[in-house]
C-alpha cells in the first residue's frame, strides 16, 4: 500500500494485499479459531508480542482486512471493528473512562447513542453533560471538570444535520487535553476526514453508508495515533494493566495504545465482535462508499432544492442548501458534499407526515438511513420516541419532521414518487 493513494484508490486496494496464489478477493474466514504448532508462539499472542490471529473474537482476517481499509481511508494508525455502530460508541469511552468520570458531548445525537450517555453511562457511574454544539467556546469550557476525559460529537447530527463546527470542538479538545471522538457515520471518510479537523478518535455505525446496501449492522473505532495519553489523566493507558502482566500500553504500543488497549483489553471481556461475513461485506462496502457518496449528496441536494420551491413544503433542512445555517460549515469540511439526509416539514404537520410516508411507493418506510435504496421515516414516533419533548428538540427533533435518505436511485424517480405523496398527503 502506498501511503500518498488518494483515498479512492485506498478504498480498492488497502487491507488485503494477497500473495501468489492466495485468493484476489479478502475470504471470508468463517472460523472461530486458529491452529499453531507451538507453545511458545501462542504465549506470544496472548503477551501481544505477536498480531496474528487466535481467536475470532480478538481478530479474525476478514476483519482485519475491513479495519486496515477504513484505518487508510480514514487517516489512522489502527481500527478496531465491532457487531454494531452502539457497541463503538460504547467502546470508544469506556476505553477511556471509568466510573466517576465524566464526558462532553453534543446535543445534536442520534437517539441510540442520547440514550446511551442519557441512561446507560450514568448507571455505570460515567456522568455525560450534553452541550448545545453552537454555544460560544467559552461557554463550552464551563462545562469542564477535572474528572472530564472526552468530548463527543457527529460530524453531521442526525436527524438534525447541523454541521460540527471542528475548529471550536478541536481547539476545546486541545485546550482541555481531552480527545475530540466523532461520530462521522453520515460524513463518510469520503466527505469528511475527521482526523485533518483535529479530531482524535472516529467511529462509524457502518450500518449506514459504509455497508450501504442495508445488510449488516456494525461498527467501527478508528484511531489517530495522535493524542498524547501522558498527562496524567489516564492511567489506565500509561500505568501497569494487571490483567495484561502488567503492560503498559503507552510504552509499549505508542501512538497504537488506545486502540491495542480496546481489542485486547474490552474486546477481550465484553466481547461485541462483528461476524466475518458482515466485515467482508463492509470491506465491499468501502470499496464502492465514494462513488455511491457522490451520488447520495447529488440527489440529496436536487430533492432538497426542488421540495424547498415546493407549495406543500413549510421548511427544508439540508446543509447543503444556502438557506442552511451549517452551509458555510458545510462547504469547509465537506465540500464533496453534504451526504444524503435531508429532513424536511410538510404543510398539515403530523397528520400529512404520516399520509406522506404512508403514499411514497419507491421510497420505502424504514428505520434506517444510508442505504442505496431511498428511505423515509418520522423521527419523533420512531428512533427518537423514547426521549422526553425537551430531550427531541435538544436533539433537533420536531414532531412535524419526515426525515428522507436519498438513495442511488435516478433522481427523476425519486422526485416523482415525492410529488405523488406530496399530493396525497394534503387530501
Ligand atoms: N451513530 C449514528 C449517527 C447513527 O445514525 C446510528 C444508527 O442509526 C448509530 C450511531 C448506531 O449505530 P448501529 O445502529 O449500527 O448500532
Given at each position: 500500500?502506498?501511503?500518498?493513494?488518494?483515498?479512492?484508490?485506498?478504498?480498492?486496494?488497502?487491507?488485503?494485499?494477497?500473495?501468489?496464489?492466495?485468493?484476489?478477493?479478502?475470504?471470508?474466514?468463517?472460523?472461530?479459531?486458529?491452529?499453531?504448532?507451538?507453545?511458545?508462539?501462542?504465549?506470544?499472542?496472548?503477551?501481544?508480542?505477536?498480531?496474528?490471529?487466535?481467536?475470532?473474537?480478538?481478530?479474525?482476517?476478514?476483519?482485519?482486512?475491513?479495519?486496515?481499509?477504513?484505518?487508510?481511508?480514514?487517516?489512522?494508525?489502527?481500527?478496531?471493528?465491532?457487531?454494531?455502530?452502539?457497541?463503538?460508541?460504547?467502546?470508544?469511552?469506556?476505553?477511556?473512562?471509568?466510573?466517576?468520570?465524566?464526558?462532553?458531548?453534543?446535543?445534536?445525537?442520534?437517539?441510540?447513542?442520547?440514550?446511551?450517555?442519557?441512561?446507560?453511562?450514568?448507571?455505570?457511574?460515567?456522568?455525560?453533560?450534553?452541550?448545545?454544539?453552537?454555544?460560544?467556546?467559552?461557554?463550552?469550557?464551563?462545562?469542564?471538570?477535572?474528572?472530564?476525559?472526552?468530548?463527543?460529537?457527529?460530524?453531521?447530527?442526525?436527524?438534525?444535520?447541523?454541521?460540527?463546527?471542528?475548529?471550536?470542538?478541536?481547539?476545546?479538545?486541545?485546550?482541555?487535553?481531552?480527545?475530540?471522538?466523532?461520530?462521522?457515520?453520515?460524513?463518510?471518510?469520503?466527505?469528511?476526514?475527521?482526523?485533518?479537523?483535529?479530531?482524535?478518535?472516529?467511529?462509524?455505525?457502518?450500518?449506514?453508508?459504509?455497508?450501504?446496501?442495508?445488510?449488516?449492522?456494525?461498527?467501527?473505532?478508528?484511531?489517530?495515533?495522535?493524542?498524547?495519553?501522558?498527562?496524567?489523566?489516564?492511567?489506565?493507558?500509561?500505568?501497569?494493566?494487571?490483567?495484561?502482566?502488567?503492560?503498559?500500553?503507552?510504552?509499549?504500543?505508542?501512538?497504537?495504545?488506545?486502540?491495542?488497549?480496546?481489542?485486547?483489553?474490552?474486546?477481550?471481556?465484553?466481547?461485541?465482535?462483528?461476524?466475518?461475513?458482515?466485515?467482508?461485506?463492509?470491506?465491499?462496502?468501502?470499496?464502492?462508499?465514494?462513488?455511491?457518496?457522490?451520488?447520495?449528496?447529488?440527489?440529496?441536494?436536487?430533492?432538497?432544492?426542488?421540495?424547498?420551491?415546493?407549495?406543500?413544503?413549510?421548511?427544508?433542512?439540508?446543509?447543503?442548501?444556502?438557506?442552511?445555517?451549517?452551509?458555510?460549515?458545510?462547504?469547509?469540511?465537506?465540500?464533496?458534499?453534504?451526504?444524503?439526509?435531508?429532513?424536511?416539514?410538510?404543510?398539515?404537520?403530523?397528520?400529512?407526515?404520516?399520509?406522506f410516508m404512508e403514499s411514497t411507493k419507491l421510497i420505502a418506510l424504514v428505520v434506517h438511513v444510508g442505504d442505496?435504496?431511498?428511505?423515509?421515516?418520522?423521527?419523533?414516533?420512531?428512533?427518537?420516541?423514547?426521549?422526553?419533548?425537551?430531550?427531541?428538540?435538544?436533539?433537533?427533533?420536531?414532531?412535524?419532521?419526515?426525515?428522507?435518505?436519498?438513495?442511488?436511485?435516478?433522481?427523476?424517480?425519486?422526485?416523482?414518487?415525492?410529488?405523488?405523496?406530496?399530493?396525497?398527503?394534503?387530501?
Amino acid at each position: 500500500m502506498d501511503k500518498n493513494w488518494k483515498l479512492e484508490t485506498l478504498a480498492i486496494q488497502a487491507g488485503y494485499s494477497p500473495k501468489a496464489t492466495e485468493p484476489r478477493i479478502v475470504p471470508i474466514v468463517q472460523s472461530t479459531t486458529f491452529k499453531y504448532d507451538s507453545a511458545e508462539h501462542v504465549a506470544k499472542l496472548f503477551d501481544l508480542d505477536a498480531a496474528d490471529p487466535f481467536y475470532t473474537r480478538l481478530g479474525n482476517p476478514t476483519t482485519s482486512a475491513f479495519e486496515g481499509k477504513i484505518a487508510a481511508m480514514e487517516g489512522g494508525v489502527g481500527a478496531l471493528a465491532t457487531s454494531a455502530g452502539q457497541a463503538a460508541s460504547t467502546l470508544s469511552i469506556l476505553n477511556i473512562c471509568r466510573s466517576g468520570q465524566h464526558i462532553i458531548s453534543a446535543s445534536t445525537l442520534y437517539g441510540g447513542t442520547y440514550s446511551l450517555f442519557a441512561n446507560t453511562l450514568p448507571k455505570m457511574g460515567i456522568e455525560v453533560t450534553f452541550v448545545d454544539p453552537e454555544a460560544p467556546l467559552d461557554e463550552l469550557k464551563k462545562h469542564f471538570r477535572a474528572e472530564t476525559r472526552a468530548i463527543f460529537a457527529e460530524t453531521i447530527g442526525n436527524p438534525g444535520l447541523n454541521v460540527l463546527d471542528f475548529e471550536k470542538f478541536s481547539a476545546l479538545a486541545k485546550e482541555m487535553r481531552v480527545p475530540l471522538i466523532i461520530d462521522n457515520t453520515f460524513g463518510t471518510p469520503y466527505l469528511c476526514r475527521p482526523f485533518e479537523h483535529g479530531a482524535h478518535i472516529v467511529i462509524h455505525s457502518t450500518t449506514k453508508y459504509i455497508d450501504g446496501h442495508a445488510t449488516s449492522v456494525g461498527g467501527v473505532i478508528v484511531d489517530s495515533g495522535t493524542f498524547d495519553w501522558s498527562s496524567g489523566k489516564y492511567p489506565e493507558l500509561t500505568e501497569p494493566d494487571s490483567s495484561y502482566h502488567g503492560l503498559r500500553y503507552v510504552e509499549k504500543f505508542g501512538p497504537l495504545a488506545y486502540i491495542i488497549k480496546a481489542r485486547a483489553q474490552l474486546m477481550r471481556d465484553i466481547g461485541t465482535t462483528p461476524a466475518p461475513l458482515n466485515s467482508f461485506l463492509n470491506n465491499l462496502g468501502l470499496e464502492t462508499v465514494a462513488l455511491r457518496m457522490e451520488r447520495h449528496s447529488y440527489n440529496a441536494l436536487k430533492l432538497a432544492q426542488y421540495l424547498e420551491e415546493h407549495a406543500d413544503v413549510t421548511w427544508v433542512n439540508y446543509p447543503g442548501l444556502p438557506s442552511h445555517p451549517s452551509y458555510s460549515r458545510a462547504q469547509k469540511y465537506l465540500p464533496k458534499g453534504a451526504s444524503g439526509v435531508l429532513t424536511f416539514g410538510i404543510k398539515g404537520g403530523k397528520e400529512a407526515g404520516i399520509k406522506f410516508m404512508e403514499s411514497t411507493k419507491l421510497i420505502a418506510l424504514v428505520v434506517h438511513v444510508g442505504d442505496a435504496r431511498s428511505c423515509v421515516l418520522h423521527p419523533a414516533s420512531t428512533t427518537h420516541r423514547q426521549l422526553t419533548p425537551e430531550q427531541q428538540r435538544a436533539s433537533g427533533v420536531s414532531p412535524d419532521l419526515i426525515r428522507l435518505s436519498v438513495g442511488i436511485e435516478h433522481i427523476d424517480d425519486i422526485i416523482a414518487d415525492v410529488e405523488q405523496a406530496l399530493q396525497a398527503s394534503q387530501k
